[in-house]
């Protein structure tokens, strides 16, 4: 028997936790990442098998796409530098400790952050990279 009222109140936990992981600081998103979204969706114990199924297919890892948001913040940090020209103004929002760690991607230039990066949101695509930020790539 399928009683979406149970399911959606399960998934409620879920929810409003990638409501919180969204409102942390960039450098705050990894831990919280860890702490914030259940590890397991317990649908098995509240709702009958047919519910917890469903509710399994239809609710996806958000965290991702809550990332993607983060990555953002790498892709300007990467343009600024950049458009100043000044390597030591970047900084990793990820990990604002000293020094970001670049690695080169083809003609890219990217940062390194919490969740991989298939896509390539954390690059900067370059045609010519400053002297100055190339002596910094690992």
């Known amino acids: 028997m399928f009683h979406p009222n149970k399911v959606k109140n399960a998934a409620a936990e879920e929810i409003n936790a990638l409501i919180k992981l969204s409102h942390v600081s960039p450098s705050e998103f990894e831990l919280a990442l860890q702490t914030t979204i259940p590890t397991e969706r317990n649908f098995f114990s509240v709702v009958p098998s047919v519910s917890a199924a469903m509710s399994d297919i239809g609710f996806a890892d958000y965290s991702d796409y809550v990332g993607r948001v983060f990555d953002l913040n790498v892709k300007i940090a990467l343009v600024n530098a950049q458009i100043t020209g000044d390597p030591d103004s970047l900084v ?26 298939e896509r390539n949101f954390r690059c900067l695509n370059v045609i010519s990279v400053p002297t100055e930020m190339v002596s910094r790539i690992d």
């Open 92 to 117: 990793n929002p990820y990990y604002p400790g000293p020094g970001p760690s670049l690695h080169s991607v083809d003609t890219a230039i990217c940062m390194d952050g919490p969740l991989p990066d």
